[in-house]
């Protein structure tokens, strides 16, 4: 895998990966429920595999949800596989529970394709005419389409004038050509950055905002452990990023364990008033007091060292962003897993203390460096002397292409 042009991570408990080759070779790997790999029903797999459903063609990109896979290839066609109990396959119909339909087989849609994304039961397109269409389970609007539907298994017209998208499980954003954002779907933390906590089945602009170039809402996160309808502030849920196209970032959702930056002191956050109703501006004023790094590799208010940032990612309880320079940083809760990459979730005995992983309390309030740990920590190869050129994110992991060349 020395030529991987786009990476993406599929949810779940167990998660998957996708890596396209600059060739147009789709790899895929990991946990492959419901046929997700694009390889048919079978066990999980281990290390990179080819499509060999796709060999004939060109791939460009490609997605994943918690149980069905797509591919973008050349000409602007879409592929899909994988679970299609709520449509999420586009095909017009819908299929058992137990019927998945693990090869890879295209959707009918009204035009070529520059960007598909898919999340948990449903999938999305935007066309070279910037026309937005979605299709699969329509929970909490998330289609967008103004409907009370349960599911609709066809590709149905969400809005134009789109250039990118984000699907996320609960929700979804777009970013228009013209740089403005538009939500729908579960709003009950505040994701939609409306404001107040409304869920909506149709876009709505976010206002007073400067030109986004990105936005990134929470994957893997089928429910919330705190209900869908909080009463007070922190408890877990989606926390929407986006990327201004000033390279400013913004954040808007739960405060919980610091998944906005928003955040000084180390804080679980839970039924604290610091959820942002509306986009908070990074760097801006902290909610509670200023607190210093946990670690060399993490940075202290107000994070002038990030940036200027060109792309985001969201899952559960982490995010991440991406700089121009190449770095990549992460914040939230690490735990668990070591999902987020960082010499922090090592460090659980403190400065120099011999390494033990932080399984529960890698709390983040602000970005830590991905990919990097002193010989102390880490005695493996990592990203040092590496250049990020991009990151993608499942529930509990993460994925990044690197070149040589950063610090």
């Not at 679970?83 to 070529?112: D, I, M, W, Y």
């Not at 013209?178 to 409306?194: A, Q, V």
């Not at 919330?224 to 989606?238: A, F, S």
């Not at 190449?326 to 922090?344: I, P």
Request: charged content about 15%.
């Amino acid at each position: 895998m020395t030529k991987v042009v786009h990476v993406a991570c599929g949810g779940g408990q167990q998660g998957c990966t996708g890596a396209v080759t600059l060739h147009g070779e789709l790899y895929t790997f990991g946990n492959n429920y419901k046929g997700r790999l694009g390889h048919g029903d079978g066990p999980n797999v281990p290390a990179p595999q080819r499509v060999s459903a796709l060999a004939g063609e060109h791939v460009v990109m490609s997605a994943f949800s918690a149980d069905h896979g797509a591919a973008l290839v050349r000409g602007g066609r879409v592929f899909l596989w994988g679970n299609n109990c709520h449509g999420q396959l586009g095909r017009g119909h819908f299929e058992g529970k137990s019927a998945n339909s693990s090869v890879p087989t295209e959707v009918v849609l009204p035009g070529p394709v520059t960007f598909v994304d898919c999340e948990d039961q449903y999938s999305a397109v935007i066309l070279e005419d910037g026309n937005l269409f979605t299709w699969g389970s329509n929970g909490h609007g998330r289609l967008g389409q103004g409907t009370t539907a349960q599911s609709l298994p066809s590709p149905g017209l969400v809005c134009d004038g789109m250039q990118s998208l984000s699907l996320g499980s609960l929700y979804a954003g777009a970013v228009g050509r013209g740089g403005e954002l538009l939500m729908w779907g579960y709003g009950g933390h505040g994701n939609l950055g409306l404001g107040d906590r409304r869920s909506c089945n149709q876009p709505q602009r976010v206002e007073n905002l400067e030109p986004i170039l990105q936005v990134a809402c929470t994957r893997g996160q089928e429910g919330c452990k705190g209900g869908l309808n909080p009463k007070e502030g922190g408890q877990e849920g989606p926390h929407t990023v986006l990327v201004a196209v000033s390279g400013a970032l913004y954040t808007m959702g739960t405060c919980h364990k610091g998944l906005l930056c928003n955040l000084g002191a180390k804080d679980g956050a839970f039924g604290r008033p610091w959820d942002e109703f509306r986009p908070y501006r990074v760097g801006g004023p902290l909610r509670n007091a200023a607190d210093g790094p946990l670690s060399p590799l993490g940075l202290a208010p107000p994070y002038d060292a990030v940036g200027p940032a060109v792309a985001a990612v969201s899952a559960h309880i982490h995010c991440a962003v991406l700089c121009a320079d190449g770095k990549a940083w992460a914040w939230g809760c690490g735990s668990n897993d070591g999902r987020c990459g960082v010499e922090r979730f090592l460090n659980k005995k403190g400065e120099g203390k011999p390494p033990e992983v932080d399984m529960m309390k890698c709390y983040m309030m602000g970005p830590h460096r991905i990919g990097l740990a002193r010989p102390l920590y880490w005695k493996h190869p990592s990203l040092q002397g590496q250049q990020v050129l991009m990151l993608s994110t499942g529930r509990n992991h993460m994925a990044a292409i690197a070149i040589p060349g950063g610090e």
